[in-house]
């Protein structure tokens, strides 16, 4: 079995930041992307990050030069550390996992979810 947690989300107020962090665990053969998406409330599910198991990343264009996106190969985690947010970042993020476990073949996996409101 495969689990993805999340962590660090909150309230936090228009410029601030926030840093998410995500652990895959359980029977890991091999991580391939592994990415952050969110969704708002009414709008549809979209990607704000991935990275590859060799670094290379991408961002969406709402997120470019506020958002980074790391990991660490070893503990099998990623992180996405958000600078000067805005409301329009509210939502739900999931962390995301293209990997192969030890019984099975290559699989998208997802956290449960954890909330960022960005309020005043």
């Known amino acids: 079995q495969v689990q993805l947690v999340e962590s660090g989300g909150g309230l936090v107020q228009p410029g601030g930041s926030l840093r998410l962090s995500c652990a895959a665990s359980?029977?890991?053969?091999?991580?391939?992307?592994m990415g952050w998406y969110r969704q708002a409330p009414g709008k549809q599910r979209e990607l704000v990050a991935a990275?590859?198991?060799?670094?290379?990343?991408n961002y969406a264009d709402s997120v470019k030069g506020r958002f980074t996106i790391s990991r660490d190969n070893a503990k099998n985690l990623v992180f996405l550390q958000m600078n000067s947010l805005k409301p329009e970042d509210t939502a739900v993020y999931s962390c995301?996992?293209?990997?192969?476990?030890?019984?099975?073949?290559?699989?998208?996996?997802w956290g449960q979810g954890t909330q960022v409101t960005v309020s005043s």
């Open positions: 359980g029977s890991i053969f091999s991580i391939n992307t």
């Open positions: 995301n996992a293209h990997l192969r476990s030890t019984w099975s073949g290559w699989n998208d996996y």
């Open positions: 990275i590859s198991s060799s670094g290379r990343t």
